[in-house]
Every structure is written in structure tokens, then in C-alpha cells.
């Protein structure tokens, strides 16, 4: 099972189109997009950047879900703020699911991709930190723990914007914003967390576009943001126990 990974995409509907290039080549895989899919302030358009950027997700949607791949995306702070907290994006987005998916009964999903089965769970951003975080993280996680009870043997892959800070895929992380995933990821135990939000962590020392948690056991990653061109990484899922195989293209 093939996953492909962008974030902070911050406005460049160019870079998500050739992310969907990718991922529809790579088909079947799903493509995760982990937040800060547009800029606030809007830096292309006076005003509703994302009701663009919303049109743009659903046409991809369509264009990957015909080839066999899964578009999934979560929201980040720049869709919160952009949006006046609407952030309509979050959930997976396909043929037959609703967008506004806020609540986590809607957040996790079954997605089958070629043989196998996975179940993602988006998490909205969040502004809040601390123990109404830790509730409100934990309502998401419960939910998805539900849908995959009958599978446990399949990958459950988690869409979290803010990426952990003291670890390599949060190196310069200003905020406590992503504690609580730390937490959650601990009791819930993930296969795969994706995230982003601290752009340049896997450039600077001690930095890494993938970890392993040893509380979780989960594999973290955040590929990055740079100025120009997006940065794709794969996670390739075995059958077995074999850990992930994981390639990160910096600057596609
Ligand atoms: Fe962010």
C-alpha cells in the first residue's frame, strides 16, 4: 500500500495539481495533504482563497478517485483562519463523502486501496492546547478506534497539522500545539502520523523527514515546505511486519 505526503501547501493549487500528477501515476495510493492547503492572508485572491482551493480539491478528487488513488487533507491554521473557521476541506474528500466532515464520527474513514484496506482519521486544527485539546484529540481518535475494531490488522493512518516539537520531525517548533497528539498517538497507537506546520525541521539539525515514536510505536512525518516546488514523501505499507519503506523528495 502506497501513501504519498504534502503539506503546507500555503496557495501553490500548481504543486497540488503535480502532487495529483504523481499520485495518479502511482496509483492505487492515497494522497495526504496535512493542512495549510491555502495562505492567510490570501496572498492570490482579495478574498475566499479557499472556495478555489476547494474546487480545486474536489476536481483532483474526482481525477485520482477514476485512477484508483484517495485524496485525503486536513486542515491547518491557515485554512482556519482564511476561512473564518469553516475549514470545509477536512476530511476525505471522494465521490460519496460529504466535506464538511467536522464531527469525528465523520473524521475516519475506510479507504480501500488495491488489496488491502486502511482507515484515516483527520484531525481539525486546532487552536486550543492543554486539556481541552487532549479531549477534543482523543474524540477523534476514539472515533476511529470504532471503525477499525473489525480490521486491526490494517494501517490507520492519522492526518494532524502541527508536527511534535523535541523531536526530529518538529525541530523548531515555537508552540505546544501538537502535545496532545503525542498523548493520544501514545493510547490510540497509529500506524502512521502525518503532519507538517514547522516547515524547515527536516533541513536543520537533528531534523528528519520521517521518526518512529517509541511511545507509539507510530512512524511521524513531516516533509517540509520550501519556497518553490513541493516537497512528496512516500510511505510504502507492507503485509507484513516489516517496518515502512520511506522516501522523501525534498524539492519535486
Ligand atoms: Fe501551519
Redesign the pocket.
Known amino acids: 500500500m502506497n501513501l504519498l505526503h504534502t503539506t503546507?501547501l500555503h496557495g501553490d493549487l500548481a504543486g497540488l495539481e503535480a502532487a495529483a500528477d504523481l499520485a495518479a501515476a502511482s496509483a492505487p495510493c492515497i494522497l495526504a495533504v496535512s493542512?495549510?492547503i491555502v495562505e492567510w492572508p490570501m496572498r492570490c485572491l482579495e478574498k475566499d482563497e479557499w472556495m478555489p482551493c476547494m474546487d480545486t480539491l474536489f476536481k483532483i478528487s474526482d481525477r485520482l478517485a477514476a485512477s484508483g488513488a484517495t485524496l485525503a487533507a486536513t486542515s491547518?491554521?491557515?485554512d482556519a483562519w482564511a476561512s473564518a473557521g469553516r475549514v470545509p476541506w477536512f476530511g476525505l474528500l471522494r465521490p460519496g463523502f460529504a466535506a464538511d466532515a467536522l464531527q469525528p464520527a465523520r473524521s475516519s474513514h475506510e479507504v480501500q486501496i488495491g488489496d488491502g484496506l486502511a482507515i484515516v482519521t483527520c484531525f481539525p486544527w486546532r487552536n486550543d492546547s492543554g486539556p481541552s485539546a487532549l479531549s477534543a484529540v482523543t474524540d477523534f481518535a476514539e472515533a476511529g478506534r470504532m471503525l477499525r475494531e473489525p480490521f486491526p490488522e490494517s494501517p490507520w493512518i492519522w492526518l494532524y497539522?502541527s508536527a511534535p516539537g523535541g523531536t526530529p520531525v518538529g525541530v523548531g517548533a515555537a508552540n505546544d500545539e501538537a502535545n496532545a497528539i503525542m498523548e493520544v498517538a501514545a493510547a490510540y497507537r497509529p500506524s502512521i502520523v502525518l503532519c507538517?506546520?514547522v516547515h524547515g525541521s527536516p533541513w536543520l539539525d537533528g531534523g528528519a523527514p520521517f521518526w518512529t515514536d517509541p511511545r507509539s510505536g507510530a512512524l511521524f512525518s513531516n516533509p517540509g515546505r520550501r519556497q518553490t516546488g513541493i516537497c512528496l514523501s512516500s510511505i510504502e505499507i507492507g503485509t507484513g511486519t516489516e517496518p515502512p519503506v520511506c522516501n522523501w523528495r525534498p524539492n519535486l
Do not use: K, P, T, V
Request: proline share 0%; hydrophobic share 0%.
Open positions: 503546507d493542512g495549510d491547518g491554521n491557515h497539522h507538517g506546520h
